[in-house]
């Protein structure tokens, strides 16, 4: 095996070089030259709408489909080309699958045990790394119950315990919660990112949920059509969004048309300085544009000669969601804690002018 790339202070786990697949008779590839690089440690998270390429992608990285074109690289080992590819068997990758494929028949530590039984181990060192697995993920006590014994949310974890045993280099997470109810997938997604983090394994992340990607994933890389979108930290990717697909599918955002006129972005409800505050680009060169104005920038103060009706209004625990319309049929949603009435008026101001504009 090659050395380990270096890169920055940690070593690089995971290569994709230009990686494409292109189905036969398919009209456009599934996935199209994705370049990325996941250091070792990290947890990356592949990011999309259904059909965006993101499983086909995780499939290539687990040997179960072979590139088009393209090269992928395990710990500086090169696993996959257009004409030779690694097995899975002998990738040293996990995988926890979405419908976490145990085996009835078997008991949670008897689980766990199938995937160490072709690693030359020892009985005694099987034993110990189903203890250290069971322990890590949170089961102890639970290891002689059979999956219909289990709760989702533990038989999810013994899924997990069953892909950290072998010590792999990397494991590959195929939307490992979205057969869960919504509390505890809430619990599961952070507890899942602490035990990867105390595993010190690194791990690519399957996931159409923006919330959960952002709040598991130390980078993010958003898929729309085969393409990468954009690849970056959770704030970079909410913050500043690339493109206006990464905007509309990862932010809570307002897109409002403006037109340029006299050093203003104009819009049907207010004005707004050409260059967003905080930024130095050049004056646009374009006359219109989209401006993106996330829902929680958006400040509502009731006012009975207010230009903007309240239409609805959702109670979302600690805020609230408003749907507010204009004369001239623009529509807005904003974010408050402050409860004002469905059918008040109110003025609608942009916290310190923040937007992001989209030619």
């Not at 690089?37 to 592949?46: F, H, I, K, P, Y």
């Not at 050049?282 to 000669?305: G, K, N």
């Not at 409860?339 to 504009?357: L, S, W």
Request: with cysteine; net charge negative; proline share 5%.
């Amino acid at each position: 095996m090659n050395s380990l790339t270096q890169v920055g202070d940690g070593n690089i786990i995971l290569q994709l070089e230009a990686v494409t697949k292109q189905f036969a008779q398919a009209a456009f590839a599934a996935v199209q030259e994705i370049s990325i690089d996941l250091q070792e440690g990290d947890l990356l998270g592949l990011l999309g709408p259904s059909g965006c390429g993101k499983t086909t992608l995780l499939r290539m990285i687990a040997g179960f489909e072979q590139p088009s074109a393209g090269q992928i690289m395990l710990a500086g080992q090169v696993v996959a080309t257009p004409d030779r590819s690694i097995p899975p068997e002998k990738r040293d990758v996990g995988m926890v699958f979405q419908d976490y494929a145990l085996f009835p028949h078997l008991t949670a530590g008897e689980n766990i045990r199938f995937g160490l039984t072709k690693l030359g181990l020892t009985r005694a060192e099987q034993t110990d790394r189903v203890r250290d697995a069971i322990g890590l993920v949170g089961l102890e006590g639970l290891e002689k119950r059979y999956p219909h014994q289990l709760s989702g949310g533990q038989q999810q974890r013994v899924a997990l315990a069953r892909a950290l045993a072998p010590r792999p280099q990397l494991i590959l997470l195929d939307e490992p919660l979205s057969n869960l109810d919504a509390q505890v997938r809430l619990r599961l997604r952070q507890e899942i990112r602490s035990i990867l983090k105390q595993a010190g394994i690194s791990a690519v992340f399957v996931t159409h949920d923006q919330e959960e990607a952002l709040s598991i994933c130390d980078r993010v890389a958003v898929l729309s059509k085969g393409c990468l979108e954009q690849l970056g930290t959770p704030e970079e990717i909410y913050q500043y969004p690339a493109t206006r697909f990464v905007a509309e599918f990862v932010t809570q955002a307002n897109f409002v048309q403006a037109v340029q006129q006299e050093g203003q972005w104009v819009t049907d409800f207010g004005e707004f300085p050409i260059v967003p505050p905080g930024k130095t680009n050049s004056h646009p060169s374009t006359a219109q544009a989209t401006l993106m104005i996330r829902q929680e920038d958006v400040q509502l103060s009731p006012d009975r000669d207010g230009n903007f009706k309240i239409c609805d209004r959702e109670f979302l625990g600690r805020e609230y969601r408003y749907r507010l319309v204009n004369a001239a049929g623009l529509e807005l949603y904003a974010r408050s804690s402050d409860r004002i009435a469905p059918e008040d008026c109110v003025t609608v101001k942009v916290r310190d002018n923040r937007f992001q504009i989209f030619p």
